[in-house]
């Protein structure tokens, strides 16, 4: 743990501990006022032995990493910045599914919390009304092949007000502040997603991603049918979504009625994506 000078950083981390119902998820808990990174900081605890459940959480980063090289806005004192130390027992092709899975604990925990209608955008974001509000970056660390360790990274827009968004971010990110109207305790909002997490991650070891697929397609459910465009490694694929394979690749119908298996990639929902209907 750092030093903390600020009360509100002060209070979120002590009431985080002390809301704390997990097993394993949150403890131990390193918590910093500021940080480049809690992904960079969680790899190289996790390249020094940390266990399975150690979390750290930042109240701002400057240095905060999206997928791809891209960036992730962090500013202070509003909203959440986690990463937490995995090991499972699975192989590196299986690994990635913890995107899927994290997706929905963080749409859980929004439900549960704060009452709003979210939505996934394959693999992995989180939208409210076509805005998003959560991304997530899973590193994986591999010694000869062999998944040693996962960082799991979650950045949530909690309580951001617009101006905390550069302008260009504006029309296509928001906060659960923003959306709800009212301020979300960070403390308790971050201690209902680690429940989440340990949940659905005991769920994933023992039965496998089928045990998860229902819940995800229910949070996906406004993607079936929908006209999309993947920017994919092998290219960009516009076409038709069908579903989810049994492993969690996105399943299409190209504009040529071939049928294809996503594995990566980032989606644009052609006419927009909100999920209607209440969970
Ligand atoms: C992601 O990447 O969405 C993964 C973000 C993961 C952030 C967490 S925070 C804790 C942990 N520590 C880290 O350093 N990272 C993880 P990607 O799908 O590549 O989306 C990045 C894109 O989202 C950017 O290029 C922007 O367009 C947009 N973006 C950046 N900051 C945002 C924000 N705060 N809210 C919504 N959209 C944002």
Not at 114 to 125: E, F, Q, S, V, Y
Not at 132 to 145: D, F, H, R
Not at 175 to 189: D, E, K, V
Not at 193 to 221: C, D, M, Q
Request: aromatic share 6%; proline share 6%.
């Amino acid at each position: 743990m750092s030093d903390r000078s600020d009360p509100d950083e002060q209070e979120f981390s002590v009431s985080l501990s002390q809301l704390l119902t997990t097993q394993s998820f949150g403890k131990p808990l390193h918590f910093f006022p500021t940080i480049d990174s809690t992904n960079t900081y969680a790899v190289k605890l996790a390249h020094q032995g940390a266990s399975e459940g150690t979390t750290i959480i930042a109240d701002e980063q400057t240095g905060g990493k999206g997928r791809l090289g891209r960036t992730w806005v962090s500013p202070p004192g509003v909203n959440l910045y986690l990463s937490l130390i995995l090991r499972p027992p699975v192989s590196t092709g299986i690994a990635p599914q913890i995107n899927l899975l994290a997706a929905v604990a963080v749409a859980e925990a929004i439900v549960q919390v704060c009452g709003l209608t979210p939505a996934i955008k394959w693999p992995n974001d989180v939208l409210i009304d076509e805005k998003k509000v959560c991304g997530i970056l899973a590193e994986m660390q591999t010694e000869a092949g062999a998944l040693q360790s996962l960082v799991l990274g979650i950045g949530v827009n909690v309580n951001a007000p617009l101006a905390a968004f550069p302008p260009e971010l504006r029309d296509k990110a928001s906060s659960l502040f923003l959306i709800g109207g009212q301020m979300i305790n960070r403390a308790a909002f971050t201690a209902a997603l680690l429940t989440h997490l340990e949940k659905l991650y005991v769920l994933w070891i023992e039965k496998g991603f089928p045990a998860l697929r229902p819940a995800w397609e229910h949070y996906a459910s406004g993607l079936i049918s929908k006209q999309i465009t993947v920017a994919a490694p092998e290219g960009t694929i516009v076409g038709t979504v069908l579903g989810l394979d049994s492993d969690g690749a996105l399943l299409l119908r190209d504009s040529s009625g071939t049928p294809r298996r996503i594995l990566a990639g980032d989606v644009t929902v052609i006419g927009g994506y909100t999920r209607g209907e209440k969970p």
